[in-house]
């Protein structure tokens, strides 16, 4: 009989705790929707558009900030939300929240991934919008390139750059070495390296990229001042005779002539930009977005930059890239969104972001201004000449082939577990597959 | 360890020197890097990009903690909160819930008891990546993203399983008669596992409470994923914050790390208490 | 199905119809938190993509999106660079997973004497596993960074040293230094499991094993790590399943290089759906992953005994 009562009673108490397991998840919702801090809710009254913003660093958040401020105040139909997702993040969540049909209305990419969300078919096409655009004519054709898949426009241009070799020149006179004009070539580019060089005293003549998908990129420009190209009457030719030399060439620089850091092979950009911040390497090669950087570690008056060596074939190419604004075809708020996002490429704004973080404006009138005289630009504006569209962005499909098997083709011949031919055949091989 | 037969060398030996050299070795290891970290969060920024390396401050700052607490743009104060609140509730609830689990896997029989418990381990199995995106349409779809419902429900992904798995190895050791014994003397089942089992596993549920709060301490893809506003991110979240895409702020990252270890330890300090030998042998003799 | 609960020896004095059937259910009802849980949490997902890997599913080609069967997983029998990172793998999992526990198992011993600031030093013991592992992975690249990183300038300072070793670009190196990297993130986590264990061992089991004249290193033998067996087996076996799957510390600190030397499925895994958008193949990757672990657990918790205690 006890037992018969305790077996009741321990099924009611049973019962009771489940139940009050229960309230608390049910409490939850209505509860711990406003939790002890209280985050501010959206105020009701503005659209809001949401923009995802994906290099949050402190510069940039307080930059990003303060433009969204500006915009907030300057009118009252919409109130832009920004999302600050962590780099290493942002192309995860964007697809994840493309896949779950949740996107913001429009972010800040980069134009290698726009052909992929186009390819998604994720994409907002703005042609026509883009078209009556007031300042359309006066952006440079080439920064229209970058954003432009299958012929049709599919983001704004925020701000574009191309690549230039970084070069110590405090280090250049205290070891006595000439600092070459912009004309030079692959020897002047070779001796000026090793004279640099010292080991002994942790200094490396080149910042050589080997992680990421610019360990690829970086390496075809020096392909191209040979003559190479990626792709030739709808064929990929980046096995060419020229190319491989040029390859081997630069395979040479780690292997033979040995001045690059012993990292190389897993070297990304913060490597080769704090490398040479903390005068470990004394020269690379990277995008304008690190001027301000540098002039922060090196100091302002202790580098400049060059545009890429000429190579024998006396040929040259620089990549352009852009950081684009893009909307997202399942945006809730596309009027805002395009209103937020023209605003952001009028003037002052624009100068004001490219500025800050050492971009190129888009519009020529804006990258006339006087900022750009820095010797740290000049190896930028010299190489506008001979810049080009990156040649990977000809295939959507080719983006994420470079990182999962390009990048690793080029540090196996890195560290030379394959030759430079072998590298360059298979990887002519990985992008003729996906050429779609 | 072994304070017990005092006479035998060895385990003089094992007991003092050993204990003590073991001790300093590990406590050094696990503590080189934060070492490193903390340096590096009270350096200014000259000091840490100094060459060659520069271990200690000349002018040692605390300026890394105020900004990062008190800023605007990136509000460690409010990622703290919201760690520990996220944290705290995952805690509590995988607790509630895997005790009930595994008490009941431990004590009665199911048909398909075996299978039962290896599709908790299965659930382990799958690499949060590719799950991420059905969770998202899924919170989406009930309106959670932004709140804390959408990361704690998530957290339970990873921490009920193991919870109780372990719990219910930890049942099994303790003996069925004391319980037994308690349901004659008049407790119910529920009463026994409440006034009996509780107590004697405290240990394991220690063991298994920190797990649960430092794994939803740590997690990092649910909260970027299923949160889109600032003041919604978690601290590992707004870590992140700190990772430009050319330089690492480790100044303010510094900062933040050891600000978020803090809660850990204060929570740990007081829990390991139970952490020591639980009830078991005198209730055996009782 | 008659006396379901093997505890509630004493028999009932009314025979009640359902007695039986509702304790049955009322037993379900013990499980049905973990159980809504996991449901709504891991299950649905897990079933979508297995669904899912047996579709053409790249993400940048919805109009070639068609189910294809078993298109993926032949794919994956015939991809050399999948059984390379089931390779990396095997040796991932092996050398993190029993040397965090060898030393956890060690530390646990060492903090479960008695001896002043004992609660200091278990917290500091503590402190790898609760910081996340992209700032965990970040924290070690800079340590073992080759140029101005403090590893390579303390060993070099201390005379050990006259090359800078490029711990992460050397091939030979690269997965010992991320293994280390990972033990020591791992080893707090046994550490506080097998603390926990070694409480529920009663003294007299020990002072029994001493009166029959068993020395230390025999009652750690016939008492200590047999009174363990299943918090040993269920956290070393969790521990191996969630190293299998563990990406985020390999991504930031090698992404997997160089040249794949330290690429284990899982990072692949991550590399298929996130670089190339291959989601169909990246599902049928860990549908094949959780196959060889299930058959991987029922194995190990049968050789083991699982957590059936030792008394029975």
Known sequence: MVKDDAYYASRRQFLQTLAATGAIAAADLAWWEDPFLGPRRARAAASTVRFQFSVPEPLRISLVESLVERFNKAQSDVEVKVEFVPQAQARQKLITAVSAGSPPDCCQIWDNWVGEFDGMNALEDLTARIKEWKHYKDTVPVAWQTVTVKGKLLSFPWVVTNDAIFIRTDRAKEYGLKIPGPDWTWDDFLTLAKGYTKPDKNQYGFGMRGAGTWAVLYATEFLYSNGAQVLKDGKVVINSPESVQAFEWYIDLIRKHKITPPSVATDGYRQIVEGFGRGVTSMYLHNSGSVEEQKKFVGEPNFATLPLPLGPAKKRASFYFSETLTMFKAAKNKEGAWKFMTWLMDDEPNYDYAKTLGLLPTRQALADRPHYKHPGYQGFVRSFPFSIVSPYLAYAGWGGKLDSEGVPLVQQAMLGKISPKECLDKLAEVLTKNMA | MKTRGLGDPLERFLGGPVLWGGLVLATLFAMGPFVWVFLASIKTRTELYAMPIQYLPTHPTFQNYVEAWTSRLTPFSRFFANSLWVSSVTMVATIVISTLAGYALARFRFVGKNTLMLVFLATQMFPAVLLIAPLLSQWHALGLIDTYQALIYSNFSFTVPFTVWMLVGYFESIPRELEESAMIDGSGRFGALLRIIVPLAAPGIAATAIFAFVSSWSELLFATTFTTRTDMRTLSAGLLYMVGQYEIQWGQLGAGVMISTIPVAILFIFLQKHLIRGLTAGALKG | ?312
């Open chain 3, 1 to 312: 199905m008659g006396n379901q609960n093997a505890t509630s020896a004493v028999p009932a004095p009314r025979a009640l119809l359902s007695h039986a059937t509702r304790e049955t259910l009322s037993n379900y009802v013990y499980l049905l938190p973990a159980a809504i849980c996991l449901g709504g949490t891991v299950l649905f997902p897990i079933l979508k993509a297995i669904h899912m890997s047996l579709y053409y599913n790249v993400l940048i080609k919805p109009q070639e999106y068609r189910f294809i069967g078993l298109g993926n997983y032949v794919r994956m029998v015939q991809d050399p660079t999948f059984w390379l990172t089931l390779r990396n793998s095997f040796t991932w999992v092996f050398w993190s997973v029993s040397l965090q526990f060898f030393f956890g198992f060690l530390v646990a011993l060492i903090l479960n004497g008695q001896f002043k600031g004992r609660a200091i030093f278990r917290t500091i013991n503590l402190l790898p596993w609760i910081i996340p592992g992209v700032v965990v992975a970040l924290i070690w690249e800079y340590i073992y960074q080759p140029n101005y990183g403090p590893l390579n300038d303390l060993l070099r300072r201390a005379g050990l040293m006259r090359e800078p070793v490029a711990w992460l670009s050397n091939l030979n190196l690269v997965m010992p230094a991320v293994v280390f990297t990972n033990i020591w993130r791992g080893i707090p986590f046994f550490t506080i499991m097998i603390l926990a264990g070694l409480q529920a061992i009663p003294e007299e089991i020990y002072e029994a094993a001493t009166v029959d004249g068993a020395g230390v290193i025999q009652r750690f033998w016939s008492v200590t790590l047999p009174m363990l067996r299943p918090i040993i087996v269920v956290s070393t076996a969790t521990r191996i399943i969630w190293t299998f799957n563990y990406a985020d510390l390999i991504f930031v600190m090698t992404g997997g290089g160089p040249a794949n030397a330290t690429q284990i499925t899982s990072t692949y895994t991550l590399m298929q759906a996130y670089s190339d958008l291959d989601w169909g193949y990246a599902a049928s990757l860990s549908v094949i992953l959780l196959v060889i672990m299930l058959t991987f657990t029922a194995l190990y918790l049968k050789l083991t005994k699982g957590v059936e205690s030792v008394a029975g």
